[in-house]
């Protein structure tokens, strides 16, 4: 029976030495399929003198025999692989080898970053050429240029590429040496992006050919805009022509009738040393004047009242209303036809006891009486007197309004409501015809002539009338009044207005 020797000196056993080296031995650490085991050893008591001792030497042949452990082959990838440039992939992944790998890469990034922009910058500088090309006047010429452009730019383009190629090809897979090569192409891509920078201008644009064509093209369109400047020019004075022979149109205001000097011819001395003698006090109970068709008599007394810093009583102004219609029918042709209601028209109408009342002036416009009718005349005139004061109200049938004028600017919607009532049915009742007032206008004057006192309202009053009659606009103010009121003494001495 042999016995299981327990000796732990396997590097004094002749038997067991193999010798293994620690190269070899490190082969076999490394496979996965190694295992380490202890074998039994036999005493040299037990050994049987049948057996051969077995040499070191034999063993080491034994085991030769066997293959040489190698590492797992890796799988091909079939896939898109990048490849590394300057041949670093093929070198022995030590230390150094990493860092000069990481190198390349960083290098090569920034070499394809700078290509990147550059050719973005050609890019954008092309898109800016077109830009150029506004008009379209000869589109042949326009295409040869554009195509000339893209020539050059294309030019351009593959110069960048090949300068950049062949930096690519200098570079060598040593660090030191691929860092001095990409730190000078990288500089001298720097270089080309700071002079396609558009911050920075073209010191003579004048030698590009692109711009010589372009100064061609600008060179042929010019008689082109100079014919058209001519044509411009021959149009202008055309038009000018033909705006002369119309007739000239002034505007609304200089459109407004001009004011004739009827309404303010001077006085002369005899007419106003007539004046003077009847405002005397030697006749303040002579009758001066006598008005057959109104049967109004004026004394001295009265007519007192057209002296300046008076009011204007009924006798004056009623009898200066009634010159103004025998002045329309003197001359028709030069006057609206117009009609005067008097001073008491107004207080029969709207009385403060009974109110409005038609019956109470029916027969005021009789056919007979009137010898016309108030629907043909083109303004009728209402003389509006409250206690202290005088205003003017309008039936103005030609515009279909009915206007209220009061030299201190005041309003009274109830007179124009009155007057509104009244003419229909003054129209009902002399014609039989319903006509509707509903649509008309009701205007309270502003752009009139405003008294700046006491008691000059009476004569405005009478100057609405008369300026409205003569188809004039009131043009006139405060200091025509004391003219006025001489005039007015002067036109009813005469028994007749102008």
């Known amino acids: 029976m042999g016995a299981l020797a327990s000796n732990r000196k396997r590097g004094g056993d002749e038997y067991f030495n193999f010798n293994f080296n620690h190269k070899n031995k490190a082969l076999y650490a490394n496979s996965p399929d190694f295992q380490f085991s202890k074998k039994p050893r036999f005493s040299l008591m037990n050994r049987s003198p049948e057996k051969a001792i077995v040499s070191s030497s034999d063993t080491v042949s034994r085991i030769s025999r066997y293959p040489e452990a190698k590492l797992p082959f890796p799988r091909e990838v079939h896939a898109p692989v990048?490849?590394?440039?300057?041949?670093?992939?093929?070198l022995i992944p030590n230390q150094d080898s990493v860092k000069t790998h990481m190198m390349g890469?960083?290098?090569?990034?920034?070499?394809?970053?700078?290509?990147?922009?550059?050719?973005?910058?050609?890019?954008?500088f092309k898109k800016e050429k077109e830009v150029i090309f506004v008009e379209d006047d000869d589109e042949k010429e326009k295409e040869v240029v554009s195509d000339d452009f893209s020539v050059e730019e294309v030019e351009v383009i593959e110069k960048g590429k090949n300068n950049v190629e062949e930096e690519e090809k200098n570079v060598q897979p040593s660090s030191s040496s691929v860092v001095t090569e990409l730190n000078n192409g990288s500089l001298r891509v720097e270089n080309a992006l700071d002079m396609l920078s558009l911050n920075n201008e073209v010191a003579d644009v004048s030698t590009l050919e692109a711009y010589r064509k372009l100064l061609e093209s600008a060179e042929r369109r010019t008689p082109k805009l100079k014919d058209l400047d001519f044509q411009i020019e021959l149009n202008e004075k055309r038009r000018a022509a033909l705006q002369a022979l119309r007739p000239e149109q002034k505007p609304e205001e200089e459109q407004e009738e001009?004011?004739?000097?009827?309404?303010?011819?001077?006085?002369?001395?005899?007419?106003?040393?007539?004046?003077?003698?009847?405002?005397?006090?030697k006749n303040w109970k002579?009758?001066?004047?006598?008005?057959?068709?109104?049967?109004?008599?004026?004394?001295?007394?009265?007519?007192?009242?057209?002296?300046?810093?008076?009011?204007?009583?009924?006798?004056?102004?009623?009898?200066?209303?009634?010159?103004?219609?025998?002045?329309?029918n003197r001359e028709p042709e030069k006057f609206l036809k117009c009609h005067f209601f008097n001073t008491f028209f107004y207080k029969k109408l709207v009385s403060p006891e009974s109110g409005y009342n038609f019956r109470a002036v029916k027969r005021w416009t009789s056919q007979r009486k009137l010898g016309y009718c108030l629907f043909d005349c083109d303004k009728i005139f209402v003389p509006i007197h409250k206690d202290i004061h005088w205003c003017l109200a309008v039936i103005n049938n030609k515009d279909q309004k009915f206007q209220y004028l009061d030299s201190l600017k005041g309003r009274d919607a109830k007179v124009l409501s009155s007057l509104a009532k009244y003419f229909v049915e003054e129209?009902?009742?002399?014609?039989?015809?319903?006509?509707?007032?509903?649509?008309?206008?009701?205007e309270y004057?502003?752009?009139?002539?405003?008294?700046?006192?006491?008691?000059?309202?009476?004569?405005?009053?009478?100057?609405?009338?008369?300026?409205?009659?003569r188809g004039l606009r009131?043009?006139?103010?405060?200091?025509?009044?004391?003219?006025f009121r001489l005039r007015t003494a002067k036109e009813i001495l005469k028994l007749r207005t102008e």
């Open 82 to 90: 990048r490849h590394h440039k300057f041949g670093l992939s093929a």
């Open 105 to 124: 890469n960083v290098l090569s990034r920034r070499l394809s970053n700078a290509k990147r922009q550059a050719f973005d910058v050609l890019r954008y």
């Open 258 to 281: 001009v004011v004739p000097r009827e309404p303010f011819t001077p006085l002369t001395e005899e007419e106003m040393a007539e004046v003077s003698h009847a405002f005397s006090t």
């Open 286 to 328: 002579k009758i001066l004047v006598s008005h057959k068709n109104s049967s109004i008599d004026i004394r001295g007394e009265v007519l007192q009242c057209l002296k300046p810093g008076a009011w204007l009583n009924d006798e004056v102004i009623n009898l200066y209303l009634e010159l103004l219609k025998e002045r329309e």
């Open 427 to 442: 129209v009902k009742d002399k014609t039989g015809k319903d006509i509707d007032v509903r649509s008309w206008e009701r």
């Open 445 to 469: 004057v502003e752009d009139l002539p405003a008294q700046e006192n006491g008691f000059d309202c009476g004569m405005f009053m009478l100057k609405y009338i008369d300026f409205y009659s």
């Open 474 to 483: 009131l043009c006139f103010d405060q200091e025509h009044m004391p003219y």
